[in-house]
């Protein structure tokens, strides 16, 4: 049973150009939603995260946007560069049960240059 | 960088033999939790600890066990290796101060032939 569904499962974007992946997620109890960006050989890394308290989160060229009543969340990653090309992981996690993350099955973006 | 290491960083063992994977942070926090990944799957917990001795079953912990006698180690053992745990292992740490960000350590990549 898989608790978080990510898409698409590859996407490739130009240089300058807008990233977009979504998920969604089926438990409401979940209060937590972070995103993972992994290079090969290196473990996942933590990018941005959001709470559900609020709709959206910007850092610098990274933007989280969620969708409490849809159950969705979605990563944008605005003018993309050859660096951002990695597979990117959404998650979702509840703190009170021990913050146990439940992962997307990734997304692995490749960015032309 | 968290503070985490793992070893071994690469492992090829045989059907049947145990396994053991060590993780070690430097930062003495509380929370710490084994994923695997794969393909497709994303990162799967398979189980997590949150104090020395205490420690709790993930998503797919069958086939696995685990140790934490000291704050620092927490300790993976595949009692009988099977083909179906041929991954790459990954270890987390929860920052205490922080309830819900999880820092990853760089992975072991298990063959099991």
């Known amino acids: 049973q898989q608790q978080v569904k990510q898409s698409p499962q590859s996407l490739i974007v130009q240089k300058g150009g807008i990233s977009i992946i979504n998920c969604a997620y089926e438990?409401?109890?979940?209060?937590?939603f972070p995103w993972y960006q992994q290079f090969p050989g290196k473990g996942p890394a933590l990018l941005i995260a959001?709470?559900?308290?609020?709709s959206e989160k910007k850092e610098g060229r990274f933007t989280i946007s969620f969708n409490k009543s849809a159950k969705q969340f979605s990563l944008h990653i605005m003018d993309s560069q050859p660096g951002d090309s990695a597979t990117y992981f959404c998650?979702?996690?509840?703190?009170?049960?021990?913050?146990?993350?439940?992962f997307g099955g990734g997304t692995r973006v490749l960015v032309k240059p | 960088d968290a503070g985490i290491t793992q070893s071994p960083r690469h492992k090829v063992t045989e059907t049947g033999t145990p396994v053991t994977l060590r993780c070690h942070q430097t930062?003495?926090?509380?929370?710490m939790y084994w994923y695997r990944q794969d393909p497709g799957h994303g990162l799967r917990l398979i189980h997590y600890?949150?104090?020395?001795?205490?420690?709790d079953k993930g998503e797919v912990s069958d086939g696995y066990s685990v140790s934490r006698s000291k704050t620092e180690d927490f300790l993976l053992t595949l009692e009988s290796a099977t083909s179906s745990q041929t991954s790459v292992y990954f270890c987390?740490?929860?920052?205490?101060?922080?309830?819900?960000?999880?820092?990853f350590g760089p992975g072991t990549r298990l063959t099991v032939t």
């Open positions: 998650a979702a996690s509840r703190g009170a049960a021990g913050n146990k993350l439940t």
């Open positions: 987390a740490i929860r920052r205490d101060k922080l309830l819900y960000e999880q820092y």
């Open positions: 930062e003495n926090h509380r929370y």
């Open positions: 600890s949150y104090g020395v001795k205490d420690t």
């Open positions: 438990n409401t109890a979940f209060d937590y």
């Open positions: 959001i709470r559900p308290d609020v």
